[in-house]
């Protein structure tokens, strides 16, 4: 137990300290996880409200496969994008295995469907009597989703924040393709599960702290947009 | 805008964006979050768990950054990953200890060769230290003493576990590691199927666990099942002061452990790896890989490379 104490007020005297350490790492995460995230949401938030606003044959399916998608374990992910980007692997030209952008790109294909899911949903949430007077007043197809889009903006930017939230704390798949490398591709939670397998408690506990802290400011942010 | 327009739209859609992002991504490397920049030059090096977790190369690595002014990226895998990023030219260069899994990767044309003191190998051996079994003070199958052999030992193990598994376990890493293949090593040559009497009698029974993870891992584990293991010695030793686990078995000349690098062929940085191997046989280098950990444990982690022991060239 004394141990245990011993190596939290070791984490709180990092984090205090700003250990250049601990911020590196922190800092990387955030940098990686922050860069996925804008970018699926470039990809998503279109492509979500695309599908909300079209009626097509097989639309119910395409939703439940993408709330399938939700639970994707981070390691299937992580082994997808290792066989294709390994230099031996049909994208290997790139070479881009064992860098940051393989992280980028593994946490994108991860929370893409979360991001999609949450999208659509969003936009559902919106009442319907918004979208049949927005039509009746002869608003074209595209105006209609921009005012749906607007209408459920709070819902939508919290998805957003849960895509964000499900990047940065996932271990396998940057574990997998960044390879834990020391001050290229080690972020808090490949450095959390290395410090504990080293028995080096503290700065594992420091970035998990920090870690519990981005959580908590996403979830305040969260609830303010939800009690909107 | 009904039936198949949306989908064919929305395919076209995430492709061409897929595309333009993954070739932004690529081609700007300020888009690459993190790293540091120290030159135009990159080595990638994927090395066994058991050098890393002692801290060596992140000892060795800033020395060998400002000598020739590369970046020099790190990834700790077991002996088999690591030799298969070699294998697909992710990485540039290996540092392993599985002479077995080395020989393969060689006689498969992987590995490039090096120049060492005007000699051409394509394996090049700079450190060495022994393997050691550890295990519980108590030492249920009583294997200490220093009157067995290695192979005596296991065997030992083997009869007390499968007689009683509760006392009696071993842990085994299990990942293809060069640990693991010498612990293989260790079992054939003490008349056993590995397969067969080990892995699967002995799981069956329930003294023979696996971690399939690295070697610091792997003595946690043992610790936490008060179980012998087979480690080297420099992990251990790093790891002593987390753990009740004594050594029980250091002599015998199967549990000799010889480090080595090899340069890959698939690799990109063919200039750079070389000069890796001239950086670990360099006269100051091994003097520093002798004095490492030194001061902390009373004990040196490594030998300095010995053509007695690790042979020529």
């Known amino acids: 137990m004394t141990e245990i104490w011993h190596a939290f007020t070791k984490a709180i005297e990092l984090i205090i300290s700003l250990d250049p350490e601990v911020m590196e790492i922190a800092g990387r995460s955030l940098r990686i996880s922050g860069t996925s995230c804008f970018l699926a949401s470039l990809i998503c938030l279109p492509l979500g409200s695309l599908i909300y606003s079209h009626h097509f044959r097989g639309k119910r399916v395409l939703i439940n496969i993408i709330q399938t998608l939700f639970s994707m374990p981070t390691v299937l992910v992580g082994l997808l994008v290792f066989v294709l980007f390994s230099r031996a692997g049909p994208l290997g030209f790139f070479g881009i295995l064992l860098t940051p952008t393989a992280m980028v790109i593994g946490q994108m294909i991860l929370i893409t469907p979360l991001l999609l899911g949450l999208t659509i949903s969003a936009l559902s949430g919106v009442s319907k009597e918004t979208v049949d007077t927005a039509t009746s007043l002869g608003a074209s197809g595209f105006q209609t989703v921009w005012l749906v889009l607007r209408e459920a903006r709070y819902a939508v930017l919290a998805a957003v924040i849960m895509g964000f939230g499900r990047a ?4 396998g798949c940057a574990m997998m393709v960044g390879g834990n490398i020391r001050g290229f591709t080690r972020v808090i ?7 504990t397998s080293k028995g080096d408690f503290e700065l594992a506990m420091a970035l998990g702290i920090i870690l519990l802290f981005l959580a908590l400011i996403i979830n305040i942010v969260l609830n303010r947009l939800q009690q909107r | 805008m009904k039936g198949i327009l949306p989908k064919i739209a929305s395919t076209v859609l995430v492709v061409l964006a897929l595309t333009l992002l993954i070739t932004v991504l690529v081609t700007i490397p300020g888009c690459a979050p993190g790293g540091n920049e120290t030159g135009n030059q990159t080595l990638k090096l994927a090395t066994t768990t058991s050098l890393y977790d002692t801290g060596l190369w992140d000892y060795l690595e800033t020395i060998f950054e400002e000598r020739y002014n590369v970046d020099l990226q790190i990834t700790a895998q077991g002996t088999g990953n690591a030799l298969a990023l070699g294998k697909t030219g992710d990485v540039d260069v290996v540092a392993v200890h599985d002479p077995a899994q080395e020989a393969a990767f060689i006689a498969g044309n992987y590995s490039l060769n090096a120049t060492i003191n005007g000699n051409s190998t394509a394996r090049v051996t700079w450190a060495y230290n022994y393997f050691i079994i550890v295990g519980p003070e108590s030492d249920p ?7 067995l052999t290695p192979e005596q030992a296991f065997q030992q193990i083997q009869q007390e576990g499968a007689l009683n598994s509760t006392a ?3 842990v085994s890493r299990g990942d293809n590691s060069g640990t693991h293949g010498k612990e293989k090593a260790i079992w054939k040559a003490a008349g056993y199927n590995y397969t067969a009497d080990i892995e699967g009698n002995g799981t069956a029974d329930g003294w023979y666990l696996e971690t399939g993870k690295g070697m610091g891992d792997t003595l946690t584990v043992a610790n936490e099942k008060m179980a012998y293991t087979l480690t080297d010695k420099g992990t251990f030793l790093a790891y002593q002061g987390d753990l009740d686990l004594v050594t029980l078995l250091d002599t015998g000349g199967s549990l000799l452990n010889v480090y080595s690098v090899i340069i890959c062929k698939n690799g990109h940085n063919p200039g750079m790896a070389q000069n890796l191997t001239t950086f670990l046989r360099a006269p100051e280098i ?7 950990g030194v001061p902390e444990y009373g004990h040196p982690l490594f030998y300095p490379w010995d053509p007695e022991i690790c042979g020529l060239p």
Do not use: D
Request: charged share 10%; hydrophobic share 45%; glycine share 18%.
């Open chain 1, 189 to 195: 939670t490949t450095t959390i599960s290395m410090e």
């Open chain 2, 168 to 170: 009696v376990k071993f």
């Open chain 1, 168 to 171: 940065i704390s996932e271990v």
């Open chain 2, 286 to 292: 091994q003097a520093l890989i002798a004095g490492f």
């Open chain 2, 141 to 147: 199958a009583g294997i200490g003493g220093g009157n």
